[in-house]
């Protein structure tokens, strides 16, 4: 497949890394001479210097031949034209596949004048409202390191990590499904830097994380299943009053007019933006300063906090913050992260999750490089390999028997079946035609994955 990523900051970088190492035919195209240049030093792709909203630079880029354009650059405008434009100048609309990046709610809320069909965009991805959504999540479920969302969040797959002192520690699994009566599947376990596809003679060792498929709703019960208590976050602390601090605090602020008993402080060291935000943000406390000083933390309460989100542009500050919050004994700490070396060793330090834009956006350009079985992908901290959500072929080898009687390729592990009602797989569970399931995969078995729900 040939693919134009517009953009070469740090999110369409990652989105042309991702291509490239799934064997894709790529270009990049950025205004920036350096980024142009880094791209060209570090990954096996071409590389146009010039602007996406020109029609000459996308000629140059090939757009004639693009199966796929991504367009990620910083700016909402940019990335319209370039996509409106990859429809005009293209092999066709049908062929061509658009993704733009959009942070504003102008093109997608209830009342938007323009919507992005408008532009000829086939998908938009807005990172930020990903991410805040992902980060409310983790502080609704104060023992998850990791949850991610499948069947139109019917069922979820949640990380904990088990205390190193954890009486499951040596406990196998099949050990563990026979003490507890809740129906959930154990899809993956992250030891050090191993990836390890679980077996009923696997065992559970302290430090361990271990990535669970539940049905939504019953995370609670996982967690205590697995040693951790997963009592309510009542005080929240939130660093930076970025695009995704405010988001982060507006989800918290809906679910405490539902739910009652939240409070919410940002910190923000913009003025400008820390009036707009104390205007904007009904029941928010917003307070001036700058958030990497941690004697204002510290009087703003940060030892009585109970989760602390860091989420400035300063992802070394982030880091920091969080450490010094476990030090007061916060119970729950996220950072927002971009640079690949710090999300595996987040957690290894002290980290209790951490979160990437461009995690979210490689998620969404996943799903269009599968198949038209797959409804969703996910990659995840910590685990090498992806969690897929497919539909299944009439037809197809997974429909035509039950799982105990088939020979699933080594590395495959089927997590849930999703129908009229969620089913976590066991041998005598039989997919049938149009069902979704959750099945987590190697890198190398994906293809596999494919081949077993396809006609």
């Known amino acids: ?50 602007s996406g ?66 532009f000829g965009i086939d998908h938009i991805i807005q990172p930020e409202q990903s991410t805040a959504n992902e980060v409310v999540s983790l502080l609704r479920r104060a023992a998850a390191t990791d949850i991610v969302d499948f069947c139109q969040s019917r069922v979820q797959l949640v990380g904990i990590r088990i205390d190193r002192d954890s009486p499951l520690s040596g406990t196998s699994l099949i050990e563990l499904a026979r003490s507890s009566p809740l129906p959930f599947r154990v899809m993956g376990i992250s030891r050090g830097v191993r990836t390890i596809v679980p077996t009923g003679s696997a065992t559970i060792q302290g430090g361990d994380q271990v990535f669970v498929l539940v049905e939504t709703g019953r995370v609670s019960e996982v967690a205590r299943v697995l040693g951790k208590e997963a009592g309510r976050l009542r005080h929240v602390m939130i660093l930076g009053g970025t695009a995704v601090g405010e988001r982060v605090a507006a989800g918290l602020l809906r679910r405490t007019r539902k739910e009652a008993g939240m409070e919410v402080k940002i910190v923000e060291a913009d003025r400008a933006r820390a009036e707009y935000l104390a205007e904007t943000l009904e029941g928010a406390l917003v307070i001036h300063g700058d958030p990497a000083d941690i004697d204002l933390l510290a009087r703003e309460g940060l030892a009585e906090t109970d989760a602390l989100v860091a ?113 976590i797989a066991t041998g005598t569970t039989h997919v049938q035609p149009g069902q979704r399931a959750v099945v987590f995969a190697t890198p190398e078995r994906v293809d596999d994955v494919e081949a077993l729900f396809t006609a």
């Open 311 to 423: 989420v400035t542009p300063d992802e070394e500050s982030n880091l920091v913050a969080c450490l010094m919050a476990k030090h007061l004994e916060v119970r729950k700490t996220v950072a927002l992260l971009s640079k690949s070396a710090y999300i595996p060793i987040s957690q290894s330090i002290g980290l209790d999750a951490a979160v990437s834009q461009k995690l979210a956006v490689s998620r969404e350009v996943l799903r269009f490089l599968r198949g038209a079985h797959v409804r969703s992908v996910a990659t995840v901290h910590g685990l090498d390999a992806e969690v897929l959500e497919m539909v299944a072929d009439a037809g197809s080898r997974i429909t035509a028997a039950p799982l105990a009687e088939q020979r699933l390729p080594s590395g495959v592990l089927l997590g849930a079946v999703v129908g009229e009602r969620v089913e």
């Open 1 to 50: 497949m040939r693919a134009i990523v517009v953009g070469a900051g740090d999110v369409g970088y990652d989105v042309a890394r991702l291509l490239s190492l799934q064997r894709h035919d790529v270009t990049v195209v950025d205004t920036d001479p350096e980024r142009i240049e880094t791209v060209r030093d570090t990954l096996d792709v071409l590389a146009v210097l010039g």
């Open 53 to 118: 909203t020109s029609a000459a630079t996308l000629r140059q880029a090939r757009i004639e031949d693009a199966d796929l354009v991504v367009a990620v650059t910083d700016v909402d405008e940019v990335n319209l034209i370039a996509s409106m434009l990859a429809e005009r100048v293209g092999k066709s609309s049908a062929a061509t596949t658009t993704i733009a990046r959009v942070r504003s709610d102008e093109f997608t809320g209830d009342h938007a004048v323009l919507s992005v069909r408008d």
